[in-house]
């Protein structure tokens, strides 16, 4: 549905997990006929359906989506290739229709499409599984010291409880001697179309009610049976995931499998918090509550 009068344009819906993005955005999709830009780091991988609270198939037959279950856990997926993956889904787009939606909560995605994002270097697979079993093994203590001590340029502005960021930074560094600061250039790309930003936000409590909700949701539609059989690919990046990880412990015999959901809850928050943080830094986000303000509202 093409409006010869507006500027092909990419809505982008951000904002912490639990918060409803998935159904606001399906409304506005649905409401405009066009389609949905996934920008979640886990939801593309096949194998991941429960625990990453991968829309279900009614909400999918509502509106094409995109980079959704479309990789392997076994394939290296991160914002580089996102990055191009979704330029190029929004020109297929844009060939329909002048609006595109794109709806995550993965910061990182979402500012790599928006502004582009530095080219890094190939990591070898020995030294990601290597950084991946120390971090099993000795928790995210140990991740903090060893880059507090040996790359202070990065650890000087890191997001110091997001180990999936500090594991990209120890891979770095461990591969090429540099710190991954010296491979950011902070030269923002410009887009060839408008980007108009909405971001969703609840008041605390009740963010953390939804959060605790979904993930005994989660348990009771076979969360557990879902990452024992994940087992064999527990040492890839792409199950280093809150959700994931602490069942792994518990199917260990580590802890138990109530100890396993009380983390999960906890660490889910802890999620949140950080998405919040990060998305709090765009200035050009319009910050919305989605139980006040309607999809019906959001002027385009």
Not at 143 to 168: C, S, Y
Not at 170 to 186: D, P, Y
């Amino acid at each position: 549905m093409v409006h010869a009068t507006r500027i092909p344009t990419v809505l982008v819906i951000a904002g912490p997990t639990a918060v409803g993005k998935t159904a606001f955005a399906i409304e506005i999709a649905e409401r405009y006929q066009t389609e949905i830009i996934s920008a979640d780091s886990r939801q593309c991988y096949r194998e991941m359906r429960i625990g990453v609270a991968r829309p279900s198939e009614e909400e999918l037959s509502k509106v094409p989506h995109h980079f959704i279950a479309n990789a392997s856990v076994t394939e290296e997926i991160n914002a580089g290739s996102f990055e191009q993956y979704a330029l190029s889904a929004v020109n297929t787009i844009f060939q329909k229709n002048d609006l595109a939606v794109m709806v995550g909560g993965t910061g990182l995605y979402i500012q790599s499409f928006c502004q582009g994002i530095d080219p890094m270097p190939v990591i070898p697979d020995g030294i990601r599984a290597e950084i991946i079993a120390e971090y099993q093994a000795k928790g995210l203590i140990w991740l903090q010291k060893e880059l507090e001590q040996k790359d202070p340029a990065f650890w000087a502005v890191a997001e110091k409880q997001n180990p999936q960021r500090l594991m990209r930074a120890l891979e770095v560094l461990r591969a090429t001697g540099n710190s991954i600061m010296k491979f950011r250039t902070a030269l923002k790309k410009i887009r060839p179309f408008r980007i108009q930003k909405i971001g969703l936000q609840l008041p605390r409590e009740t963010l953390q009610e939804r959060i605790e909700t979904r993930v005994d949701q989660m348990m009771e539609a076979g969360l557990l049976e879902e990452v024992r059989s994940l087992l064999p690919f527990r040492s890839l990046s792409a199950l280093q995931t809150v959700g994931y990880r602490e069942l792994f412990d518990h199917l260990d015999g580590k802890i138990s499998l109530d100890e396993a959901i009380a983390q999960i809850k906890t660490h889910t928050r802890h999620y949140a918090k950080r998405q919040l943080t990060w998305f709090s830094k765009d200035p050009e986000i319009q910050w919305i509550n989605p139980l006040e303000v309607s999809p019906d509202a959001i002027k385009i």
